[in-house]
């Protein structure tokens, strides 16, 4: 059976594989990978003023990989790689670097940071987390996406926890979505399941889903991807997105 997966590939550190590829071989499913979202990073020179000014703040909050990656961003672009190895990175160190996941707690750490709250599994968790733990009147500083959820804000906000937050990355259609998806299409067929992992995502390809399945489109499977302790919502419907 064949599956197509609106993602971006993402290689296992270990197995040089991406996870969902393998497991789904497991169990004899023919998975393919297809990236609808593409990021472009904002208001870099700002994020990298407050950067350079720990003392400000009480620590950081990092939510997805892009954030992480707009920081590495930060210092390229700023020649601040050296200030940050010397002495900004142990600066930050002294404070709370929270996170949501491990992937994203694997490219703190990498760039020298020290994460903590990666297990939490979700914004509201780690919320909780950060409430029971912060007592800084300095604010954490929240570096993120332009469609980012307002659970964290806002609860960290009804405990009198002070956040300060920038959009440093928006999130746009990818650029390949219609020449992949003719490639996939001419080549595979039509698959059995669709699985998308974010709103967004599906809206910017379901479009072109629904040109290439024609009368078929009802009989695909739609799946939604769930971060663990996300509890599932109703699965959208192609006429529903229209």
Request: some cysteine; hydrophobic content about 35%.
């Amino acid at each position: 059976m064949k599956v197509l997966l609106l993602k971006d590939p993402k290689e296992d550190d270990d197995r040089g594989q991406d996870p969902y590829i393998r497991e789904l071989g497991l169990y004899g499913l023919e998975a393919t990978l297809i990236p609808v979202l593409s990021f472009e990073f904002l208001s870099l020179p700002s994020f990298s003023e407050k950067l350079s000014h720990p003392e400000g703040y009480g620590g950081l909050i990092f939510t997805s990989p892009r954030a992480v990656e707009a920081v590495k961003l930060c210092l390229e672009k700023a020649n601040k790689t050296e200030a940050w190895e010397t002495s900004l990175k142990e600066k930050w160190n002294s404070k709370s670097v929270y996170v949501v996941g491990n992937a994203t707690a694997s490219l703190v750490s990498k760039i020298g940071l020290d994460p903590e709250g990666e297990n939490c599994g979700n914004a509201e968790k780690l919320a909780e987390y950060i409430c029971s733990r912060e007592s800084s009147a300095l604010p954490l500083l929240f570096p993120c996406g332009n469609l980012k959820r307002e659970t964290l804000p806002r609860m960290l906000k009804d405990k009198g926890v002070p956040m300060e937050s920038i959009t440093v990355y928006q999130t746009i259609p990818h650029p390949g979505i219609q020449g992949n998806l003719n490639s996939y299409y001419s080549q595979q067929g039509i698959p059995a399941s669709i699985t998308f992992f974010s709103p967004s995502g599906l809206s910017y390809s379901l479009k072109h889903i629904q040109e290439l399945s024609g009368d078929s489109i009802d009989q695909i499977k739609y799946v939604e991807a769930l971060r663990p302790g996300i509890k599932p919502t109703p699965q959208p419907q192609p006429e529903l997105l229209q």
